[in-house]
């Protein structure tokens, strides 16, 4: 479609700032950004949307316009909500650079825009592309009983015989075909959504080409629609929450066409992800009032009487008032001002999949505030029962990440890292402020680990290792070096494994025979290299006092 024929709806809301000479060219596409430098995500042809976000003055304004023309963008269109006024100094660049900018009115949703263009140019393609894309318009945009992205995807293969499905980032699938041929396994969508991460992160355009088990798939982003006021400025504030489409195809040897049709089904399938996501916003409010008044020390009858809201709400049917648990999980990004709550939210809110809950959308019944860089969820249990060994049921920190530990690690590449903490339950809402600084403190546990992803439990807050995140850095590094550092001197330079060995002694809880048998070594071997052990450090391992200073210093270096 034409850019003249943009300026000349009026519903679109869009009013010419500069480039009235350019208003024959042709948008194949639109994209909503507020980065400073959305590169990766351009194709060329596109009209971009922009709520600003990324000025902070006047001189930010060239290289942004520059970007995108180098690009090869059809046109820039800039909301008017966030400064009132399209500035001067974008004005002046997108003139320099003949590049036609449009002033969005504060009244127009950039996803009406979105929707507009994405039908239009789709309208205007041959003949099975365009009907393919009109079908799925309408089935998104009847609402629930047109079948959501199911639907789509359906269609996808019906109409164009391509298998596809939309992921999470963690790899919980959220929507594929209802065909009989075989689904798509949670390795292998675990595999792809850990591909899709590292490529991001990684700066790769999309789509992004990944062979698995023999088969070619092609992964398209899907990114909201809408504009809001944390509009992200930096791309690790959205990797961890976008949806991906994985489609069976080498989309390499693709038509621009075809590519097209896939870019407008993760644009229709991102107002589907925007309705959802505005379906959370009632758990969130819940989530944080609940969390406002047990940080506050409200009187626990007030924490009742919320608690009694929420419930209906959370686990709807429930004769009996639940069990609750508190997760808390914090992401840290190395060198960057990035917010880190709204993240941990977003990823809480895909991890914490209650198992006893039915529908397309089993987070439903979760819910996640954030404060600061922290998030903090709030999870309802129906029963809670006792296991044999005398532990209880419920949500369980290490099976929390097992299944998305390797594609949050790969979208945390290497400046991140994702550390949670889960408390026991309790049953009343005396309980709550007790049970989030119960999270907490496991949190801080499993940030005193190595890893990209950690996690703790309220199990391990009765051992010594609840003590060993609060000891000093200083304080460690003194301590460990006077009881180790001896002993990797002696090993450096004579290649005699006392570390190992002082592991494996301190492992068989003193016994020679099978300490020796671990090692594979003769007991006199062994006793002479604890008796130099003893020698270097001038400490006694038959004493209890020294066995647990060597386990102590072992667990903290």
């Not at 698995?212 to 944390?230: D, E």
């Amino acid at each position: 479609m034409r850019l003249r024929a943009l300026l000349d709806t009026d519903a679109l809301g869009l009013k010419l700032l500069g480039g009235e000479d350019e208003l024959d060219r042709t948008v194949r596409g639109v994209m909503t950004t507020d980065l400073r430098d959305p590169s990766r995500y351009l194709s060329g042809g596109e009209l971009v949307l922009t709520g600003l976000a990324w000025r902070r003055d006047a001189a930010d304004s060239e290289p942004f316009v520059r970007i995108l023309v180098q690009e090869g963008v059809t046109a820039l269109a800039a909301g008017e909500a966030e400064l009132g006024n399209v500035p001067d100094d974008l004005v002046a660049a997108c003139a320099r650079h003949r590049l036609p900018l449009f002033a969005v009115h504060e009244s127009v949703a950039f996803a009406t825009i979105t929707e507009h263009v994405v039908r239009q140019v789709s309208g205007e393609r041959a003949g099975d592309l365009a009907a393919v894309v009109d079908r799925h318009r309408r089935m998104m945009t009847s609402g629930p009983a047109g079948g959501g992205p199911d639907v789509v995807l359906d269609l996808l293969g019906s109409d164009l015989d391509l298998r596809a499905w939309v992921l999470s980032p963690t790899g919980r699938l959220i929507a594929g075909p209802k065909a009989s041929r075989p689904a798509l396994p949670a390795e292998a969508c675990g595999r792809l959504a850990a591909e899709h991460l590292t490529a991001t992160r990684t700066g790769r355009r999309a789509p992004h080409r990944v062979l698995l088990g023999g088969t070619t798939y092609s992964l398209f982003p899907i990114r909201s629609t809408g504009r809001s006021p944390q509009t992200a400025r930096d791309a690790r504030e959205t990797v961890l929450s976008d949806w991906l489409l994985a489609v069976e195809a080498d989309a390499g040897d693709w038509a621009e066409e075809r590519l097209d049709l896939l870019y407008g089904v993760t644009q229709l399938i991102a107002v589907e992800r925007d309705r959802r996501e505005a379906a959370r916003t009632v758990r969130r409010r819940l989530a944080q009032e609940v969390l406002e008044l047990v940080q506050t020390g409200a009187a626990p009858g007030e924490i009742a009487a919320r608690l009694r809201v929420a419930a209906p709400v959370l686990l709807p049917g429930l004769g009996t008032a639940p069990h609750w648990q508190v997760v808390v999980a914090r992401v840290d990004w190395d060198g960057a001002e990035i917010e880190g709550g709204p993240v941990a939210q977003a990823l809480l809110e895909e991890i914490l999949v209650d198992p006893l809950s039915a529908g397309p959308e089993p987070s439903d019944r979760i819910a996640v505030a954030h404060t600061g860089d922290e998030a903090i969820a709030l999870v309802p249990l129906p029963a809670v029962s006792t296991e044999h060994d005398g532990s209880e049921t419920g949500v369980l920190a290490d099976a929390l990440l097992e299944s998305v530990r390797d594609p949050l690690t790969a979208g945390l590449n290497d400046d991140g890292r994702l550390t949670l903490g889960v408390s026991a339950a309790v049953h009343s809402a005396e309980g709550l402020r007790g049970a989030l600084e119960e999270a907490r403190h496991a949190r801080r546990v499993a940030a005193a680990r190595p890893g990209r992803v950690c996690a703790a439990g309220h199990q391990e807050l009765a051992s010594h290792v609840l003590l060993l995140p609060f000891v000093p850095d200083d304080v460690r590094r003194a301590f460990t070096a006077r009881l180790l550092d001896p002993l990797r001197d002696y090993d450096r330079r004579h290649r005699a494994e006392l570390i190992p060995t002082l592991e494996a002694f301190l492992d068989c809880d003193g016994s020679w025979t099978r300490c020796a048998a671990r090692l594979h070594l003769h007991v006199n071997t062994l006793r002479y290299r604890v008796g130099r052990i003893e020698q270097l450090t001038s400490r006694d391992l038959s004493r209890l006092e020294d066995k647990l200073d060597f386990f102590l210093a072992l667990r903290m270096s």
